[in-house]
């Protein structure tokens, strides 16, 4: 059973910065992705990766403040958020999947962690 574990969530002002970590229990995935869930909002995708090749992608709305890396050596996936604002607050979920026929900004995921909240004051 993969297992995916995220860290790294918290409080910050407006303005600052934060770096998500997510923890895979094993290395299968061919993408993986951040996404995010505001209360009384619908899920949303936030970033995602290839993992063979290293392409990403992001929500129109986060282009330029934030950034999705992997380090396939010890199966970790990163977010790095930098000019963070009220509205980037939210519970934000990693999750993978082996299949390779979907967009990364699908949500159709088999593994999803518990999530780590981020909290943006104005």
């Known amino acids: 059973q993969v297992q995916l574990s995220e860290s790294g969530g918290g409080l910050v002002q407006a303005g600052g910065s934060l770096r998500l970590s997510c923890a895979a229990s094993r290395r299968t995935f061919s993408r993986m992705a951040w996404f995010r869930q505001a209360p009384e909002k619908e899920r949303e995708f936030v970033a995602g990766?290839?993992?063979?090749?290293?392409?990403?992608y992001y929500a129109d709305s986060v282009k330029d403040r934030l950034a999705i890396s992997a380090d396939n050596a010890k199966n970790m996936l990163y977010l790095h958020m930098h000019s963070l604002k009220f509205e980037d607050t939210a519970l934000y979920y990693c999750?993978?999947?082996?299949?390779?026929?979907?967009?990364?900004?699908?949500?159709?995921?088999?593994?999803w962690g518990q999530g780590t909240q981020v909290t943006v004051s104005s």
């Open positions: 990766i290839r993992v063979s090749h290293g392409s990403t």
């Open positions: 999750a993978g999947d082996e299949r390779t026929s979907y967009r990364v900004d699908n949500p159709r995921y088999d593994y």
